[in-house]
């Protein structure tokens, strides 16, 4: 019988959840789902200086929002310590790990002098032999190999060799009596049955540590996979001079969560030369034989780029859900059919929702703030008897649908006869305020007859104000 896959996700909560763990999670949800198996979320909060509620918050907020579910959790790390103190002990008492009372500054100097003689800077084994017992401020350390070598059979990089006499006798348990990162993480994995470690590749050199320990338990060793780095366009390591890296702050600047979901799985996975993929698509094509061996570049035209797909390809219900807290002060929306007719408007126009919800304001407002410029060019003197000739026609327009404007607007420029482009953009900036925006009947049905007819009072009173 098969085994059944069990990942994880264990982020630290230490800050926002940010681009390349929510990389990882998404590559550990699509392995498991691709393989129909069990994904685990684990929080590991045994920094208790720096770990907060709130970041454990912010990071469940922002796989919710990810659309990524875990099957089990989230479990607490800080929780299972005497779980893990058990274990620390099982190895003291196999002789598999050891007291240690070297001090901070002893060990600094050690350290220095491995480094003057162009040693590796690792623990020398001062008290691996001395059978020391438990004492105030004592640390464990784990009783490495010393001979052979330790294969990482790296899922993603293939095969990685680390000769045992490089590897350090890592602290397992701390003075202070708490088990470390390194050992707590491989008790977790053990205990959870997970079977796939799909992690960043700066925990490589963590891994063949981990091996030995999962051998010197007795547990099994689960497959690993290290997934490349995320680099920002000049070639290092992703950070915030990049651009945000924070996932929640790409739901502030108005992305769709599926574009920001779709971009991170190519950074670094492909599947031929497809770019747009649908949730359910990733779950079937996903596979890490297709993960790059090299970083992935963020690139955040490319993400615009999707962003802007998504937002056209929406429906205008779900954008004004998305859309809830992202218009600006001022605005009501509280009337869904009216504004999701604005979004109708603009949804194919622009890049992101924040850029719709300020290219909006004109169909909300009572009165338009015209742009100096525009206002100076088009809302003039001659155009003053055309405006007040349609604010008096539009009232009895039966059909006000594009096809009704349409008709409308062609029958007054022949009666008038005049050109539409004399009464275009002066009417363009009476009903939106601006020289560019959707078209001027697509404006006109959305906004409904008595607006329009406001909006151009609005701007007769304003000419007569200025001329």
């Given at each position: 019988m098969?085994?059944?896959?069990r990942?994880?996700?264990?982020p630290?909560p ?7 763990g ?7 949800w ?5 393989q ?12 208790q200086?720096?770990?907060t ?5 912010a990071?469940l907020?922002?796989?919710t ?33 050891y007291y ?9 100097e050690?350290?220095?002098?491995a ?6 800077p ?24 010393q001979?052979?070598?330790?294969i ?10 680390f000769?045992?006499?490089?590897l350090?006798?890592l ?6 009596g ?14 959870m ?5 799909i992690?960043?590749?700066d925990?490589?050199?963590?891994t ?6 999962y051998?010197a ?7 690993f ?6 680099l920002g366009?000049?070639k290092?390591r ?7 890296t ?11 969560p599926?574009a ?9 996975w492909a599947?031929g030369?497809?770019?747009?993929f ?16 090299s ?6 035209e ?15 219900e779900r954008?004004?859900?998305e859309?809830?807290l992202?218009?600006p002060a001022?605005i ?27 290219m909006?304001?004109f169909?909300f407002?009572n009165?338009?703030?015209?742009e100096?410029q ?5 809302l ?20 006000f649908?594009?096809?009704g404007l ?5 029958n007054?420029?022949?009666?008038r006869?005049?050109k ?14 601006k020289?560019?925006s959707?078209g ?5 049905v ?5 607006r329009?007819i ?13 001329n």
């Open positions: 098969m085994e059944k896959i990942t994880r996700f264990a630290s230490t800050g926002y959840l940010h681009i390349g929510a990389r990882t999670a998404l590559f550990n699509l392995y498991t789902r691709h129909g198996g069990e994904f685990v979320l684990r929080i590991e909060d045994t920094d200086q720096r770990s509620d709130e970041s454990t918050k990071i907020d922002a796989m929002w990810l659309g990524l579910n875990w099957d089990e959790g989230p479990h607490f790390q800080a929780q299972r310590v005497d779980i893990h103190r058990d274990m620390v002990q099982k190895l003291v008492n196999d002789g598999k790990a240690c009372t070297c001090t901070s500054e002893e060990l600094e050690k350290r220095k002098q480094l003057a003689t162009g040693k590796k690792k623990y020398d084994g001062t008290c691996r032999d001395k059978n020391l017992k438990k004492s105030s401020g004592s640390v464990v350390r784990f009783r490495g190999e001979t052979g070598v330790t990482v059979k790296d899922l993603i990089k293939g095969n990685i060799s000769n045992n006499d490089e350090d006798d602290i397992i348990e701390r003075g202070d708490y088990p470390t990162y390194n050992f707590a993480v491989v008790v977790d994995d053990a205990l049955k997970i079977t796939h470690v992690r960043g590749d925990h490589v050199n963590n063949p540590r981990q091996i030995l320990m051998q338990l007795g547990f099994d060793v689960p497959k996979a290290h997934v490349p780095m995320i366009s000049d290092a992703l950070s915030k001079r990049h651009g945000a924070s996932v929640m702050a790409y739901k502030e600047m108005g992305y769709l599926e920001l979901v779709n971009y991170l799985v190519r950074l670094g599947h030369d497809q770019e747009i649908s949730q359910r698509e990733l779950i079937a094509f996903f596979d890490l034989d297709a993960v790059g061996k970083p992935a570049v963020f690139n955040p490319k993400l615009l780029w999707l962003n802007a797909h998504y937002i056209k390809e929406s429906s205008t954008l004004r859900e859309m809830k992202l218009w001022g009501n929306t509280d009337d869904a059919v009216f504004t999701q007719k604005v979004i109708a408007d603009l949804q194919s126009r622009v890049k992101t929702l924040v850029e719709l919800a300020n909006a304001d169909y407002a009165e338009i703030k015209y100096e525009a206002a100076r060019k088009f003039t003197a001659d155009v003053l008897p055309h405006l007040k000739a349609m604010s008096n026609a539009l009232p009895s327009v039966q059909n649908s594009k096809e349409e008709e409308f607007l062609k007054f420029t022949s009666e006869n005049i539409f482009k004399i009464i275009a953009q002066p009417l363009r900036v009476a009903l939106t305020g020289t560019v959707p001027i009947d697509e404006v006109m959305t906004l409904g007859k008595e329009v406001k909006k151009i009072q609005n701007a007769i009173n304003y000419i007569e104000a200025h």
